[in-house]
């Protein structure tokens, strides 16, 4: 299948250009494409609108596990992709609090599911997002989390596992 869009104010690298692009099993496949090679795709005019890359919201929260009456994956993913979204990092702060693999990979599995963007699980910093001891971070990494974060939640100085490390270092 072929998608000509036309005349829309392509979002590039070096600047935003007036312009068509031509996207061909479901891959952009040409900037400012030849009427030739168009041949029978599907027209959209995008006089006076933006056509830009997907975005992706580095911080967004999707709620689930455990908090579904605010936020599912299913909803959360759908939003995004309205406002232009093609990828999402979601919170730890679900219940229970993704810091543990097994969290990190349900996230997964239900995005796989259910969800219509990509979804990068952000596994918690510390355990229960308490800010006193940390996560196995390697085995988040391992199962699929992005990154660590206690969404805005302080992390203690005395951190019970950066203090037994420095113990043993001594």
């Known amino acids: 299948m072929k998608i000509l869009i036309q005349n829309g104010d392509l979002v590039l690298p070096d600047g935003i250009k007036k312009g068509d692009l031509l996207i061909e099993d479901g891959k952009i496949s040409a900037l400012g494409a030849s009427p ?3 041949g029978d795709a ?3 005019d995008a006089t006076g609108l933006l056509v830009s890359p997907g975005l992706i919201d580095l911080h967004s929260h999707l709620r689930e596990p455990g908090f579904e009456y605010k936020e599912t994956i299913a909803t ?3 939003s995004a ?3 232009g979204f093609t990828s999402v990092c979601c919170m730890a702060n679900t219940k229970p609090v993704n810091d543990t ?3 990190t990979e349900l996230i997964k599995l239900k995005a796989e599911r259910e969800g219509v963007v990509r979804v990068y699980p952000i596994g918690a910093a510390t355990k229960g997002m308490k800010g006193e001891e940390l996560t196995e971070m390697g085995e988040l990494k391992e199962s699929g989390a992005v990154a660590v974060s206690d969404d805005g939640k302080s992390i203690a100085a005395g951190c019970r596992y950066m203090s037994d490390v420095q113990t043993r270092a001594n």
């Open 101 to 103: 693999a097994a969290v």
């Open 81 to 83: 992709a309205k406002g």
């Open 36 to 38: 030739e090679r168009c």
């Open 76 to 78: 959360g993913t759908r």
């Open 42 to 44: 599907r027209v959209v």
